[in-house]
């Protein structure tokens, strides 16, 4: 029996073990983007990893100057911004899946570059910018294509799931630079961290081949047939794709997007203008994913996870390493309420309470450091780590996994690849400017570098608050009806009910049933099945 004609029971309605399969599969993805974040801050600290890309300083002993470590760091984000900006055009052109098979194809081959790396920072890091192109891609691709292809009863969870496998991923290339630190003074301590993120890449890469391509994506040009099959195999029918569960989710899908496809394919310019589409909030949403995105990274959590082994030992820490993999271990035991979280509570509470809560602990953590440095009371240095730990928590169970999820369902079919690219490419450019800045910002305000977070976590509450709308339970068609909605607020949306629903989580069987009967008569996929099933029995008695 193949997955596709299995399911199980979430809130109320079936969904195919092949759409969990395909979730867990692509949110490999986040686990190599997060892998390839961890593994940096540790390896800027091993001996052999300075000796060979460190600069000679005055006294004669190596060590990385300020501006070729945050070369060194940040340039792989460059690499990353131009990778999601690129997927948007491979998503289009071959597919989501084949999309996401080049982005392992480029990631593998920046991690390569790396490996055989001797003795030049500049060689270093042009693997790390080719690796970054890969991460890009997939960093667009596998939210998109999460998204598009899990029912709306899992979306959200299943798209947070890429969050926790990026504090997976950062875990786990932490855990390896400590078993590794042993033998720093030999160059396989760092080749073996980078070698093993090919290892992990290609499951994603060979796997992702064997499932169902997006139905959506299939349905926007125009091959309405895979595309009810597609909807199928993610609702476990394979064998019944006129099922009414997949009937209704193919109605809502194929109103709206044959709509959109009158007016023709969507272009760059149009995210910035909605036309010709006329798409109400189209430019509003397009700001808003980017708005999101850039101050998911100005949180300031890569301040810690890029340089916090750095930071900690400045700070005077005998084991900088081991503090970084508690911060590594809070990330990802926290990231799983965050899945609980996006289901029940929906997206917009979250996210204002977290962005709070994470500002206060960022106030705390920038005062201790400035009023009391660590160096000269080690009782701040345990205030530091603690406030960090309570700041990461909020971050993973809120801003973290749920950035994620908005990018993924905001945004119409019709630019959604291009849209998705634009806020990704602002995340990697507010990732860039993180990497960039920070040594600098630590050899002059020090620890005052965390009210400059503890001001971006505002700006982000107040942002959620006041332009978020709330997409807890809708298919991504209606989440599109209620942006373009204008009598619809932000801070009211929570109330808001598609046509068809008695609730955001009930049906209305009478709106739905002559559709149905429409969608069972008009269609000649049930035609040809059948014709494909009686050649099968032919086939068998002969």
């Known amino acids: 029996m193949g997955l596709g004609k299995l399911s199980i029971r979430v809130n109320g309605a079936e969904c195919g073990i092949e759409a969990i ?20 801050s540790a390896m800027l600290l091993f001996t052999d990893f300075i000796d060979r890309f460190g600069q000679t300083q005055p006294d004669g002993t190596k060590a ?47 991690n390569i570059i790396q490996i055989t790396a001797m003795n030049s920072w500049v ?12 991460v890009g891609n997939l960093s667009i691709g596998v939210p998109m294509f ?94 019944d794709p006129f099922n009414a569960l997949v009937l209704d989710d193919f109605k809502e899908m194929e109103e709206s997007i044959a709509e959109q496809n009158k007016a023709g394919q969507g272009t760059w310019l149009e995210c910035f203008t909605g036309k010709p589409s006329g798409i109400n909030r189209l430019v509003y949403r397009t700001l808003l994913g980017c708005a999101i995105h850039f101050l998911q990274q100005w949180t300031g959590v890569n301040y810690f996870f890029y340089y916090g082994a750095t930071i900690f030992q400045s700070a005077g820490i005998d084991d900088p390493i081991l503090v970084q993999l508690i911060l590594g271990a809070v990330n990802v035991v926290m990231t799983f309420p965050g899945l609980y979280i996006v289901e029940r509570l929906g997206r917009r509470l979250p996210m204002i309470v977290g962005a709070l809560w994470q500002s206060a602990w960022l106030l705390i953590f920038a005062s201790v450091g400035v009023a009391r440095p660590p160096t000269e009371y080690p009782s701040s240095g345990v205030v530091m780590i603690v406030s960090a730990c309570m700041f990461i928590a909020s971050f993973a169970m809120t801003w973290g996994p749920f950035a994620w999820v908005v990018i993924g369902e905001t945004f119409p079919l019709r630019t959604r690849a291009k849209q998705g690219s634009l806020a990704t490419a602002c995340n ?38 006041f332009f978020l709308y709330e997409t807890k339970a809708l298919s991504l068609e209606n989440v599109d009806a209620m942006y373009s909605d204008m009598s619809v607020k ?47 029995l032919d086939e068998k008695r002969v």
């Open 21 to 40: 399969m395909l979730g867990a599969v692509t949110s490999i993805g986040g686990f190599l983007f997060g892998y390839d974040t961890g593994q940096i």
């Open 64 to 110: 990385f100057d300020t501006i070729i470590s945050s070369l060194l760091v940040s340039l792989m984000s460059i690499g990353t911004l131009i990778g999601a900006l690129s997927g948007a055009y491979t998503a289009d052109w071959w597919g989501r899946r084949r999309s996401m098979t080049f982005g392992v194809f480029m990631f593998v081959i920046g």
């Open 123 to 134: 060689h270093m890091t042009m693997g790390r910018i080719v690796a970054g192109l890969g």
């Open 146 to 239: 999460q998204s598009e292809c899990c029912p709306r009863e899992i979306r959200g969870a299943v798209v947070a799931s890429y969050q926790l496998m990026i504090t997976i991923g950062i875990l786990v290339s932490n855990g390896i630079n400590m078993g590794v630190r042993s033998f720093q003074d030999n160059s396989a301590s760092w080749r073996l961290v980078i070698g093993l993120g090919i290892a992990f890449s290609l499951p994603l890469g060979i796997g992702i081949l064997f499932a169902p391509e997006s139905p959506r994506w299939l349905a926007g040009r125009d091959r309405w047939e895979e595309s009810r099959t597609s909807l199928a195999r993610l609702r476990g029918m394979k064998d």
């Open 428 to 465: 990697w450019l507010g990732n860039f400017m993180i990497g960039f800045l920070t040594p600098f910002a630590n050899d002059g305000i020090s620890y005052g570098f965390g009210y400059v977070f503890f001001g971006t976590n505002l700006t982000a509450a107040l942002l959620t608050y």
């Open 490 to 536: 932000p801070w009211k949306s929570n109330k808001w009910i598609p046509a068809g629903y008695i609730d955001r989580n009930t049906r209305d069987e009478a709106y739905w049933q002559s559709d149905r009967k429409r969608l069972e008569g008009d269609c000649p996929l049930r035609s040809r099945l059948q014709h494909h099933e009686k050649i099968s």
